[in-house]
C-alpha cells in the first residue's frame, strides 16, 4: 500500500477514536440492568469520556462531534433532546477552558474537578427536567447518579 495513504488512514483512526469510543460508552450507559430504579441513576460514562478528551487533547474532539454524541445519548436514554448535548458541549468546554489547571497535577485534583463538573451537570439535568415537567422532581436520583459517575470516573 501506499504510505502516504496508510498515514492518512492513520490520522484518520486516530482522530474518530474519541468520538467512537464516547459513542460506544452512551450504548453501555443505556444497557438494561435488571436492577429497579438503575435507570434513574445510571453513570453518565459519556461525561466521563468527554470530560477525559476533552482535558487532555481536545483538539480531538470538537464541539459539533461532542453535540452529536449528546443528541444520540438523548435518543438511546429517552431525554428530551438536546438535554445531554447541552451538558455534553459545556462539559467539553469546561474542561478545555479549565485544562491547563490539571496539567501536571495530582490525580486526586483531575477527580475533584471532574467531580464538580459532574456535579454541574446533574444540576442542569435536574432543572431543566423539572422545567419540562412544570414541577420540582425529587433531586436525590440525580445526586446518587452524580456519585456514581465521580465514583466511577477513575475506571
Do not use: E
Request: charge should be positive; include cysteine.
Amino acid at each position: 500500500m501506499n504510505p502516504r495513504l496508510l498515514h492518512r488512514l492513520d490520522r484518520l483512526a486516530r482522530n474518530l477514536i474519541p468520538i467512537a469510543l464516547c459513542a460506544i460508552l452512551v450504548m453501555f450507559s443505556a444497557l438494561p440492568f435488571y436492577v429497579p430504579g438503575y435507570g434513574q441513576v445510571a453513570a453518565n460514562f459519556a461525561l466521563i469520556s468527554v470530560f477525559y478528551w476533552a482535558t487532555f487533547w481536545p483538539h480531538l474532539i470538537s464541539p459539533l462531534a461532542v453535540f452529536l454524541v449528546g443528541v444520540f445519548q438523548d435518543i438511546v436514554t429517552g431525554m428530551p433532546p438536546g438535554l445531554n448535548a447541552l451538558v455534553l458541549v459545556l462539559a467539553r468546554t469546561v474542561a478545555d477552558n479549565q485544562g491547563r489547571v490539571f496539567h501536571g497535577k495530582s490525580f486526586l485534583v483531575l477527580w475533584w474537578g471532574f467531580a464538580m463538573v459532574a456535579l454541574g451537570a446533574a444540576v442542569v439535568i435536574w432543572a431543566f427536567s423539572s422545567a419540562l415537567n412544570f414541577s420540582l422532581l425529587n433531586p436525590v436520583p440525580g445526586l446518587f447518579q452524580w456519585g456514581l459517575t465521580a465514583a466511577l470516573f477513575p475506571f
